[in-house]
């Protein structure tokens, strides 16, 4: 049984909904999850895995409730090195800057040490009207390694 923690960057609760069925998925396989809609360094388990469901706001930002996380880890440059991380981003690619919100923050996380666990996904909401559906496929592609 793994930990995984589940980090939420949401505006508009769309991204909150696929953090929500992908935690329904690994608990189900008897993981223990736990979802952050406004995660901080203390609550967050540096030997569980962080998944990050983020979508992307403004011309290429952090959807705001999880900007106050981007700001303290950029402030305190902890040690990630334990931690794994896998990102699953959700946007619109009518947008030049799509999915590049939670780059900045996957960026930040590598350089304090994080390692990539599987390759990101991209949900574009052009194409994939229901985002939950392509997440919970990605996520059945790569749990078994859990
Ligand atoms: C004002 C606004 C700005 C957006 N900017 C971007 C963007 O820069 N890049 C992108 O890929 N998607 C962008 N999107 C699309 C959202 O990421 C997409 O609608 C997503 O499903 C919203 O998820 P949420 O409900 O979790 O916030 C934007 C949407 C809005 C309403």
Do not use: R
Request: hydrophobic share 40%.
């Amino acid at each position: 049984m793994a930990k995984i923690d589940i980090l939420v960057g949401t505006t508009l609760g769309s991204a909150e909904y696929v953090a929500d069925e992908i935690s329904d998925q690994l608990s189900d396989l008897g993981h223990e999850t736990m979802v952050h809609l406004g995660a901080n360094l203390a609550e967050l388990n540096q030997e569980a895995l962080w998944l990050i469901v983020s979508s992307t706001h403004g011309a290429g930002d952090l959807p705001d409730n999880i900007v106050p996380f981007f700001d303290e880890i950029q402030a305190k440059s902890p040690d990630l090195s334990q931690v794994k991380f896998a990102l699953c981003a959700i946007g619109d690619s009518s947008y030049d800057t799509f999915c590049q919100g939670p780059e900045k923050l996957v960026d930040l996380l590598i350089q304090c040490g994080a390692q990539v666990y599987v390759d990101k996904i991209q949900i574009d909401v052009q194409y994939d009207p229901i985002p939950e559906e392509p997440a919970l496929a990605w996520l059945s592609g790569w749990q078994d390694q859990l």
